[in-house]
């Protein structure tokens, strides 16, 4: 299947394209998403467009859910947590079989009390709690250590002349600062990083039952592990966010909110970060955009983030029957809200599919969020990219795709990932 979207063809002609060849359905004739597919993750733009024409209230069979495609119709709902509920709605355990829920036990809903999965006024508490982290003079202090970070990695890998990006450039440092951040000792970093994968794809992309087993276990050793630092930190606190929120244990949180909280972060310092700066790489150096230049970098950031969004929308649970354009979405019902479509509505960002760092309003997406639940960590995430792009820009000018090489993006309902991104300079 030749991808259609002209800005996501590669530049360098040595290099196939990024939608692999498919059987069964394509974004062209699809009448549904396609989890299992490349192109629901890789290319899905031409299929999205059509809803957002056609059908703005779409219901996936596939998903069990109905999707919401418009920019104005998915800012609308993040902005109406009375009528758009977010209570359990990043437990995407339906898909999980019996066998795997009985091993989950009382973790089956795990993350039932993290700050994104509920609503006011649980939510007003916890988000209180979570945001004394991330004011902006603690986000700012993190810059030095976190371009420290990027250097120490490059001293290492640069004499190689290339590299798995996705490996050993652009995971470890922000898995670094997050658990400095947080308090994990260096030594432990690979077993979270390791543990962190398999609850991801556990609880947010469909798996087999035996392999679901597999992950599940793993999940409950890392839940073991956050909770004995969790209690170590109640002993003897330390200058770290873990300490910060156990001093909070009793007035404004419960352990098991913090335990969900660290938990949580950690996953999002070893996963969401990390897979932005892989597709911001990949689309930069398809788009003939590298190195990037510096005055352009932060909003070369944003267009990245609008085009390809490492977040794919979030869910809510419909709290009342809910009526637009012409659809009524029965109470009770799961709604996809499409930020990867939002983020090429026409509407709203003229030519979508084409990449273009100077565009004024390319910060108009939605990866972070949008609402309450804006994402909490998104100054940490925007310089945290911006530092990445700046250092591997003044220290690999000469950056390039391994020509040949097949892109595949992880199969997953909400984010958008590279399991792998080979490079050399
Ligand atoms: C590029 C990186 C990131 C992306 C794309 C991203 C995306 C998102 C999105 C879409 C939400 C809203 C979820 C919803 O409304 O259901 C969110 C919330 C959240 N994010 Fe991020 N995130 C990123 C990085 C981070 C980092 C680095 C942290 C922490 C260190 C973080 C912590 C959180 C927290 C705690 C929430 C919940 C906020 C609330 O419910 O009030 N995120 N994020």
């Given at each position: 299947m030749e991808n259609t979207a002209p800005a996501t063809q590669s530049t360098s002609p040595a290099t196939e394209d990024v939608t692999p060849a498919m059987e069964g359905t394509s974004p062209a004739g699809?009448?549904?998403?396609?989890?299992?597919?490349?192109?629901?993750?890789?290319?899905?733009?031409?299929?999205?467009?059509r809803l957002r024409h056609e059908r703005p209230v779409f219901h996936s069979e596939h998903l069990g859910a109905y999707v919401l495609t418009r920019h104005a119709d998915v800012r609308a709902a993040y902005a109406d947590p009375r009528r758009f509920s977010s209570e359990g709605s990043l437990t995407i355990s339906r898909s999980l079989a019996a066998e795997t829920r009985k091993v989950l036990g009382d973790h089956g809903s795990f993350l039932s009390s993290f700050v994104a999965n509920v609503d006011p006024p649980t939510h007003t508490r916890l988000r209180r709690s979570v945001s004394r982290a991330f004011t902006p003079r603690a986000v700012t202090a993190m810059e030095q250590r976190f371009r420290r970070l990027n250097e120490e990695v490059l001293d290492r890998v640069a004499p190689q002349g290339g590299a798995d990006f996705v490996a050993e450039l652009g995971h470890e440092p922000s898995a670094k600062l997050t658990a400095r951040f947080i308090g994990v000792p260096e030594e432990d970093e690979e077993f979270v990083k390791e543990h962190v994968k398999d609850w991801f794809m556990l609880f947010l992309s469909p798996q087999p039952p035996d392999r679901q087993l597999v992950l599940a276990r793993s999940f409950l050793t890392y839940l073991d592990y956050v909770d004995k630092l969790v209690a170590s930190r109640v002993a003897e606190p330390r200058d770290d966010f873990t300490s910060l929120m156990t001093g909070l244990i009793g007035t404004e949180l419960s352990h098991r909110e913090v335990v969900e909280l660290i938990s949580t972060i950690l996953l999002g310092g070893n996963d969401t970060v990390p897979n932005?700066?892989?597709?911001?790489?990949?689309?930069?150096?398809?788009?003939?955009?590298?190195?990037?230049?510096?005055?352009?970098?932060?909003?070369?950031?944003?267009?990245?983030?609008?085009?390809?969004?490492?977040?794919?929308?979030?869910?809510?649970?419909?709290?009342?029957?809910?009526?637009?354009?012409?659809?009524?979405?029965?109470?009770?019902?799961?709604?996809?809200?499409?930020?990867?479509?939002?983020?090429?509505?026409?509407?709203?960002?003229?030519?979508?599919?084409?990449?273009?760092?100077?565009?004024?309003?390319?910060?108009?997406?939605?990866?972070?969020?949008?609402?309450i639940h804006f994402c909490v960590g998104a100054a940490l995430a925007r310089l945290q990219l911006r530092t990445a792009l700046e250092v591997l820009g003044e220290r690999l000018p000469g950056l390039r795709l391994v020509p040949g090489m097949r892109i595949t993006y992880r199969k997953s309902i909400v984010g958008r990932g590279l399991p792998s991104l080979l490079v050399e300079w």
């Open positions: 699809a009448t549904d998403f396609d989890v299992t597919s490349d192109w629901h993750v890789a290319s899905p733009y031409e299929f999205l467009r932005q700066l892989g597709n911001s790489v990949l689309r930069l150096l398809r788009e003939g955009a590298w190195p990037p230049a510096p005055e352009l970098i932060q909003n070369a950031v944003e267009e990245c983030m609008r085009i390809d969004g490492s977040s794919l929308g979030s869910f809510r649970y419909a709290l009342t029957d809910i009526d637009l354009h012409g659809v009524t979405i029965p109470k009770g019902s799961l709604v996809l809200l499409s930020t990867d479509s939002a983020a090429h509505d026409e509407t709203v960002f003229p030519s979508p599919e084409s990449f273009d760092p100077r565009r004024q309003n390319a910060d108009a997406h939605m990866t972070f969020g949008y609402g």
